[in-house]
């Protein structure tokens, strides 16, 4: 399937009485479809008078905000054909599920898709039944719509997701319309600012369509109570040409109410390729792009008055009018002429299809919005063209003898990325992409910013066109994201880990609409969902407490296991390898956490991708064990800095209890850690137990909140003797190793820990544990004392790495050596 | 303390040129203080040459937003001294923490407040040293911050905390700086639209400052650069006379740019104070309150260039400036240049103390911002007048004999709260109020609705004042309430489940905040933010897959223990005696989840507050138990829904498996469930082990994602034997037995769990298991046919509830009867 073919025509002046008629006739089809999946489980087409029987028992659904998607619906439609504009609908309300449905049905869409639904009586009368009935489809404009990448389930994203798939598709035209609800929520609030993000010439265009119908569930909107000269002066405030248009509201005849909106759009449509025509030009202002404010009754066209009170117009109209159409005879006489009113007899044929007249009215092919290829973005994914990210590897000739930023040398992958994708490839972030050092991909690009330049600009990488985005709101962030892979391309978001929260609800929505598309056989793979989180727990320097919060990753892995994924790599190579594979991937979340400040490198490339793929594995090079002998101890760690406070504990060990048998163990892929029946990646028993043990006590040294350790571990023989060490919410402004003494993660600590739970230890280490009491004394009261941590604290990586590797008889740079099952793509 | 008294004055013409020059001596030494606070281990009035040993070693903060709000702060002082006017600062750009600082200094609140601060050489140089230093202070506004109820570690909130705190406080002026960074986020965006839920006449008065400096972390903002007219038609949209003020960018004087902004402070200030003798005369219109757009250098009166890059009015000034201020002389000499810009023997005496003319700028106690005591609300609290909850108890003549829908009898008892307590308490509610069932509480008060009015509207119950504030943005209503709690007053915040998500990084912060004032000893507890989550994830009947996450708790599990509550009352006398106590609670994040639809009454009043002071108890007249011998089973339940499939499940036990001693235990108060060493409501493990034993087979129905039972018991000896059914991500739109047969916690599956796990029944009861599966079966079909749930399980709990009680012996409407231990406020 091709994009379909656009043009950016002005309109064609063909705007006739037939038209007309044909849209006024389209919205009564679709509005009677529209009640009819609310009401109706039988008698679709009213061929013999309304019985209860025919009225589902259990009435779900939305009616208000539908009439109102329907006719704008209509009108795109009788102007997509005519211009044979490629149009992705975004329907901000999603709740308005039978609306979009009951369009996708008319242009045909619906039973290419679902050939059960057929375009007669019979497919009719499934097609109303299905909807928010027991195995059938939900009432929202969820995945299983045709056309649909936005179900509107949490409102406050039509917006940015509009702009997101309108990000470098400059053919397509992008109608968003968001509800009068969804416009008073903070993202979309922000999100009518995406047009200062969006280069005219090489992006598609949003349309947005204000859909003020007054009410939202139980109460008016703020939007449709301010006056006009203020809501004009608010969307002109926010960079667009506002156009309001009013109908319903008194006795206009709906065919001089669909020509004044066909005229407005034809309007609206002609400056848009205006725009377009001047921006090909080479004219590099920024558009004051239009946008439609459509004032309409709530529920239009729904009884005005039921049991006495007011309905249409009101926020009575919300979800189902008439709650007792099956149990009152009034309720039912009611539902019978409300459906009658859209005269079903001249809406479709004697076998129940729609009139050819009105059907007239599509377009065909991919210009169907509900057919759209954009709307089911994997039919139009291209692989990336990844450079190999092994061009990127830092030497490394020992553990710990080289350190550098690993964000930073990520960001010289990401330049090549970039480089090899220059219209399929973005990057996302919140004023945080230099912060989180990926800055060199200005040199193979630019920041997006069409708002005004000053002089001084000249280098601050701001440029019309640019594959990095940035804007000082995580939703916008997500948002355009999850719009741009949606839409079939790639990309990356990289944000401080603990502002990432700011999204949770998005990333819920998102993981949703993965899981259930990966049910449904027609929706393609798009790519990944790629976070970056950095500025992490342990290094917020510069901000302190409130810029703490490792909990996103137990956010993520409530979600379905098939589309969750989370990895802790530790030093550079390790998050090359790591980002590769997850720039790869389709239909996943991806949650990489990785540090920006100067860490040890401690695995050569080839080290670094062996362990990748097993996502852990034994150090032979860090611990003492004695091959072929249980170990007395296995010190864990997951996490850049655990990792290391781990090397020091062992270290420690190695030098104040020789005889220990110490087993070092890195966790690199999280989901390592569970069941292999909770999560693809999930280790076996058998694998858990050989790395892990059954019996010897496990101090695990863990990025974030301890307990996740224990969620995904709960199952495995061993888990009681696992003691975890994380965040626990202690912080402050203050230096890195007074931030993991804080909270107990610090190597003294472990060393504590290791004594405290290897049998025997504690009666013969008592010394040796007063001495780790007193090294935290000690580096506290450096710490208090001079501001910063003590130099043999910073600088221990190296000697301490070198000796655990000497001691321990293994040539330094080998790797995990145990291979474990399992798939972990 | 007393609130301050307050006028609403108008100007009283005292801008002369004295006042000017004290007005700039002030700005001088909150700016050089600033720096200092930056830079400074030693030295800080510069009595000698400025050396590498007085610079800190880690240079940590933010300078690029502070130089602007001093320049606010100092024009404030002096307007409030004028006006007598008490006056809350919200800091939005939080991270300019050492401007915070120094002006609480300044006005003496510091030093009152910490007294090893004095007002001396070594008071400054204790200040100076202990920004953003080990064992010092935090960078941010945080709660050691005098004067300071907003940390701004997460931007967003400044405009919607200011909001709640001036709701109900007529006497109040809460300005609020918003940096230009943070108006980019969305829930910011939103926020200005806060003015349409204010009432002049009751309500204090917000007066929002736009900052622009122009930058944010690396890159220019959106709002700096737009047109003029462009961010005035914002403002006007956003419902604000907007009054624009540049300064810092070319050679005006101080005198003249501070006699400038004096001037446009006493236009605004008179404005509002028109305002409110307008409103107070009875003038009913919306007002455009003024807000003013302030322009300056970002870093205003930092050196310009640094190393040849431009840094004053860039985005190189946002944290310091001169990195290497210790390590290079270079940096280090333009360190002191810039010091001494400030002219600090002009500011501070011999003593080091603040010149006392410029002190005289300040007003005095309580009027200072810094002293305010709503900025420390524990001090104003008062407790909520609480009517008896009980009055509103439902009658339960037997568990399951009536039912009942809880939150909409929550209601009837919300009323009379509304009306004892008619101007500290509020409801917040993102159009949800009434959808949660809580409607009862128009009989005693309004939605407060301060945009346009229709004639249609009579009988929506919107009213200039009104106790129920609803906007549809979660984060509105989680700032709006954190506002209004951080200032001393009560409220909840009502909301579906799924979407509370939408605040989680709201909830971090002000967990982090209330963690924090608890270590402080000057501040004061505060009235605890009370959750009510309804139409949760099993019962999202007409919206389905996107509305179902429970996750909310596993969130806010992550934070500190002594903050956190979790309660999950299953009926209508649970639910009532939950939220009596949490209404009376302080300092704490209480989240209640409950159902709204109508649901079986299981406990008297008299068993639901033992039960609730238990927090989990056994039910004998439910479950199968022999006295004095061990169960075979124990079936655990937490939240409405498990705990209903849980009864039932045991009703099916006792008819199949009549042997079988089955123990019901019920969970209300999920924390009772942790270890008591990790948890203050935590049992002891002899209660636990007692409850649950340590050897019998658990099933556990859970309300939520089931692994958080596993998170919350993993210590625990008979953990193992858990076995947890709950939420997995499985959801549609469909009926509510099918949504729990979908997660498999629906009593057959129940059943089905208690044969495979105790030992010897799988053998035995083959045949009931099948039994079960084809009721499963059964079900399904039945509910894909007619598209409801079989009669006899929807009216299952009275003849279920009566058999298990008179199997049982024991008497119907017995409660739980085991004590516990430990304390569970």
Request: hydrophobic share 35%.
């Amino acid at each position: 399937m091709a994009t379909p073919t656009s043009a950016w025509h002005r309109g064609s002046g063909t705007l006739n009485d037939e038209t007309i008629t044909r849209i006024d006739g389209w919205w009564r089809a679709a509005n009677y479809l529209s009640v009819g999946q609310i009401y109706l489980l039988a008698n679709p087409l009213l061929r013999e008078p309304l019985t209860r029987d025919h009225v589902k028992p259990r009435l779900l659904g939305h009616w208000g905000t539908t009439p109102g998607l329907n006719f704008i619906y209509a009108h795109l439609t009788r102007a997509i054909r005519e211009r044979s504009q490629s149009t992705l609908y975004v329907t901000g309300p999603g709740h308005g599920g039978p609306g979009l449905v009951a369009n996708a049905y008319l242009e045909g869409t619906y039973t290419e898709t679902y050939p059960d639904i057929t375009q007669d009586d019979e497919g009719l009368r499934r097609l109303v039944r299905q909807f928010s009935f027991p195995g059938g489809i939900p009432s929202h404009v969820a995945p299983e719509t045709p056309g649909s990448i936005h179900e509107g389930g949490e409102l406050g994203y039509a917006l940015s997701h509009a702009y997101g798939a309108a990000f470098d598709n400059p053919d397509l035209l992008v109608v968003a319309v968001v509800g009068d609800g969804e416009a008073e929520t903070g993202p979309l609030a922000t999100s009518w600012h995406s047009n200062k993000f969006l280069n005219p010439a090489t992006d598609g265009v949003v349309l947005p369509i204000l859909h003020l119908n007054g009410y939202k569930i139980a109460n008016p909107t703020v939007l449709a109570r301010i006056d006009d000269d203020e809501l004009e002066a608010l969307m002109r405030g926010y960079g667009h040409t506002p156009h309001v248009f009013v109908a319903g509201f008194d006795d206009e005849t709906p065919a001089s109410f669909h020509r004044r909106f066909a005229e407005l759009l034809d309007t609206v449509l002609d400056d848009i390729a205006a725009i377009k025509e001047s921006a090909a030009a080479g004219d590099e202002s920024r558009p004051r792009w239009p946008m439609i404010v459509l004032r309409t009754p709530k529920g239009w066209t729904c009884p005005p008055v039921i049991d006495g009170k007011r309905t249409e117009d009101s926020w009575r109209a919300h979800q189902v009018p008439l709650a007792s159409a099956r149990d009152t005879p009034e309720h039912l006489e009611v539902l019978e002429e409300w459906l009658r009113s859209y005269r079903p007899e001249e809406l479709f044929d004697a076998t129940g299809r729609l009139d050819a007249d009105i059907a007239a009215l599509a377009p065909e092919g991919t210009l169907r919005m509900s057919a759209n290829p954009h709307a089911n973005g994997g039919l139009l994914t291209q692989d990336l063209r990844l450079p190999d990210f092994r061009d990127h590897a830092v030497d490394v000739p020992a553990p710990g003898a080289t350190s550098h930023e690993a964000t930073r040398v990520l960001g010289e992958f990401l330049t090549d990325v970039v480089r090899l994708n220059p219209s399929t490839f973005r990057i996302f972030g919140p004023d945080e992409t230099a912060s989180n050092r990926l800055q060199a991909v200005y040199k193979a690009t630019d920041k997006v910013w069409n708002a005004a330049y000053l002089p001084t600009d000249d280098d601050d990488h701001l440029a019309r066109r640019g594959r990095v985005v940035e804007m000082l709101s995580e939703h916008q962030c997500q948002g355009w994201l999850e719009g741009y892979l949606l839409t079939g391309r790639h990309g990356l978001f990289s944000c401080y880990e603990a502002f990432i929260h700011i999204v949770d609800s998005m990333v819920n929505q998102h993981a949703k609409w993965l899981k259930v598309t990966r049910e449904i056989p027609w929706r393609r793979p798009v790519p990944s969902l790629n976070y970056l989180l950095s500025s992490h727990v342990w290094r917020q320097d510069h901000n302190g407490f409130s810029h703490q919060d490792p909990g996103f990753v137990d956010h993520v892995v409530n979600k379905k296991a098939e589309v969750v994924r989370v990895y802790l790599p530790f030093d550079t190579n390790t998050l090359l390898s790591t980002y590769d594979h997850c720039l790869r991937s389709r239909d996943y979340i991806n949650v990489v956490v990785a540090g920006k400040q100067p860490t040890a490198d401690l695995l050569t490339m080839d080290e670094a991708v062996a362990h990748c793929k097993r996502g852990l594995g034994i150090w032979e090079w860090a611990g003492t064990e004695v091959a072929g002998e249980d170990p007395d101890v296995v010190l864990a760690c997951a996490g850049d800095v655990p990792t290391l406070e781990v090397l020091a504990a062992a270290d420690l060990l190695r030098q104040h209890v020789p005889e220990l048998r110490v087993r070092v163990v890195n966790v690199v892929d999280l989901m390592r850690l569970q069941d292999e029946r909770e999560h693809p990646h999930g280790l076996s028993d058998r694998d858990f137990d050989t790395i892990f043990t059954t019996d010897a006590p496990v101090i695990f040294a863990y990025h974030g909140y301890p307990w996740l350790i224990h969620r995904l571990t709960y199952r495995r023989k061993g888990h009681s003797n696992i003691h975890v060490r994380g965040y626990k919410e202690e912080g402050t402004t203050t230096t890195p190793f007074d931030m993991v003494m804080l909270n107990d993660l610090d190597r003294f600590h472990l060393v504590i820990d290791v004594i405290d739970r290897v049998e025997g230890l504690g009666s013969r280490y008592g010394a040796l544990r007063q001495h780790m009491q007193d090294e935290r004394l000690r580096a506290r009261q450096y710490t208090r004392s001079h501001g910063e941590d003590l130099r043999e604290i910073r600088d221990w990586v190296w000697p301490a790495a070198a000796a655990l590797a000497e001691a321990s008889g293994t040539p330094l740079g080998t790797g995990a050596a145990v291979e474990t099952g399992g798939d972990n793509e």
